[in-house]
């Protein structure tokens, strides 16, 4: 395996909180905390940020980053196959932007996934964490994956899934988290596929893989981040900051 790279999508507009990522967090921005964790990590040959904003682009040179202008694009894996057509790489991590405090192990156990993969069967490997508060399972934010006894997805929801009809036994839950590591090919041909009725009812992206009957391999990690959603995300990033809990 040669050139690993992360790529961070960022757009200024976001419905539910617009301009998020250009937000303090400490001392920085948003968007300037997580490409400085990323880029930290010295996991990758190369860390940038792709953008339509030229506010984020700006941000990014301040301080000294990489960052491409890229066309609008509804999804982040649709910004990041235009960012990454010219560039020479085998394996691309896409980091969402609004994840500020990702740590090193699950990009780490990301990575490993297609060091072991020597058939070259997965094109595709995210990160899934365990959610135990009824409250957590049931906030639509939180996009819940259900997989098989290999660890592929069978379906990712906003809604409770698995439904607790029987409540003899204990379904588990599972929150996805949007940190991505496709294939090079597999990303490019993921951009050239129309959106379908559940990925747009939904608005989860990674369903497209799924209804175009593709494999997407999750790897349950224990790493709790603070996906920026809404303003009350960013205050809850702002107290674990103060507290020096990461």
Same mark, same amino acid.
């Given at each position: 395996m040669n050139r690993i790279i992360a790529v961070i999508p960022a757009r200024y507009e976001a419905s539910r909180f617009p301009g998020k990522l250009m937000q303090i967090l400490g001392e920085k921005t948003v968007i300037a905390t997580t490409y400085q964790n990323v880029l930290e990590t010295n996991l990758f040959d190369d860390v940038f940020v792709a953008t339509d904003s030229k506010i984020i682009f700006d941000e990014i040179k301040k301080i000294g980053g990489n960052a491409v202008m890229t066309g609008n694009h509804e999804t982040g894996s649709d910004r990041i196959a235009e960012a990454v057509e010219n560039i020479d790489c085998d394996i691309v991590i896409n980091v969402q932007g609004d994840e500020p405090f990702l740590k090193k192990d699950p990009l780490n156990q990301l990575i490993n996934v297609f060091k072991e993969d020597d058939e070259q069967k997965i094109s595709l490997a995210s990160l899934k964490i365990k959610l135990k508060e009824k409250e957590e399972i049931e906030n639509p934010n939180n996009v819940k %994956? !259900?997989?098989?006894?290999?660890? +592929? $997805?069978l379906y +990712?929801? *906003?809604? %409770? !899934? &698995? @439904? &607790? *009809?029987?409540? $003899?036994?204990? $379904?588990? @839950? +599972?929150?996805?988290?949007g940190v991505y590591a496709f294939r090079k090919n597999a990303l490019l041909n993921f951009a050239k596929l129309s959106m379908k009725p559940l990925e747009i009812a939904e608005k989860i992206e990674c369903i497209r893989y799924l209804e175009y009957g593709m494999k997407i391999k999750l790897i349950e990690t224990d790493f709790i981040g603070v996906g920026i959603d809404v303003p009350e995300d960013l205050e809850k990033a702002r107290e674990i900051l103060k507290k020096g809990n990461l």
């Open positions: %994956v !259900i997989t098989d006894n290999q660890g +592929f $997805a +990712f929801s *906003r809604s %409770v !899934i &698995p @439904y &607790p *009809r029987e409540t $003899a036994i204990e $379904a588990e @839950y +599972f929150k996805h988290i």
